[in-house]
Structures are given as C-alpha cells and as structure tokens.
C-alpha cells in the first residue's frame, strides 16, 4: 500500500472519500459530472450527468448507482458498488491550450490581448535580468557603503581636528596680550 497521495482523475462534484479495498488498494470514490450532449441542448442550459467514480493509483471504474449519500458510505458498501463498477482508461493530464476561436474579437479586444501578453513577456524578462544581476547590485552597494562609510569617517575626523585647533586657538588668544 503506498503512502503517496493521489488526487481524482476526473471531474468530481464532491469531495472525494478515500478508502481501501479487500486487496489492500488504495480508492478514491467521489460523484463525477459528466457533460450532456451538446447537439441535443444547445438551446438551454443543462445540468451535468452525474455518476460514481473510483480512482486508484493505477486504474478507474465508474458506475451510474448513486445511493443516497454517495461517496461517503461506509467502507463495506463502497466495496460493493466497486466490485459492480465498469473500468474506464485513465484519463492523461493534459495541458490546456486556448481554442483558437472562428470568430474574430472585436480589434479594441485583440489589442487589449496582445498588450496583455506583451507586458507579461516584459516583466518576466526583466523578472529574469533583475535576479541574474541581484548579487551585482548587493557587492556595488556594499561597496557604496564601505565607502560612504570611511568617507564620513575621515569627514568627522578633520571636523573634529578642525574644531580642536579653532578651541586652541581661542585659549592661546585669550592669553596674549591685546595689540
């Protein structure tokens, strides 16, 4: 029995009930909405289809029994409605890519969508170059302040020589006879 959690493979409308069956696999049971046919309803809108599905690491079953409180029936009854399920293909994940649509988008709307992609491409980009030159940055302003550091530094010290000459001064003027 593996410990790796797994995640339903299909379109589920409930949460999902994990459960293990008499072999000691490892099931997700949840109800699945399954699309009616468009060619039938495409004037209104319809609700899914509905069925009870099982998800294992390695296979998946469905069936169209949906008992009162499905999935979260005790572990006896969901064996059950398994053991009358049909298997199905395991569905492969798939990345969604946008139809391209017959139908041409207002001009106002294309823009819109290009200046979209555009600026994100541009962010990432310099997203990228300001990563790549982050530990640039962090030695030129650590130099910026050793810098700036030593050059307060040495700004002090002559202030402060230049003060205690001018307090020198003032003492040694104040004893010496007026002219």
């Known amino acids: 029995m593996s410990s790796t959690p797994f995640y339903p493979q299909g379109n589920p409308l409930t949460e999902s009930m994990p459960f293990t069956d008499r072999e000691g696999r490892r099931w997700l049971a949840y109800i699945e909405g399954i699309p009616e046919p468009r060619a039938q309803w495409w004037h209104r809108a319809t609700l899914p289809g509905r069925r009870l599905r099982f998800d294992s690491a390695a296979e998946s079953r469905v069936t169209s029994e949906r008992p009162a409180g499905s999935p979260f029936l005790s ?4 064996q059950d409605l398994l053991d009358q399920a049909h298997p199905i293909p395991l ?4 990345s969604w890519q946008p139809l391209e649509s017959p ?7 294309e823009l819109a ?7 994100s491409r541009v962010l990432a980009d310099e997203s990228r170059r300001w990563r790549e030159g982050a530990g640039r940055w962090q030695v030129l302003g650590e130099r910026t302040h050793r810098f700036l550091s030593s050059s307060v530094d040495a700004a002090l010290t002559l202030i402060a020589r230049i003060g ?3 307090q020198a001064r003032r003492r040694l003027g104040a004893r010496l ?3």
Do not use: C, E
């Open 91 to 94: 569905s492969l994940p798939t």
């Open 113 to 119: 969508a290009r200046a979209i992609k555009l600026g």
């Open 177 to 179: 006879p007026p002219r």
């Open 103 to 109: 139908v041409h988008a207002h001009p106002a709307i």
């Open 75 to 78: 572990d006896a009854r969901l």
């Open 164 to 166: 205690h000459s001018s």
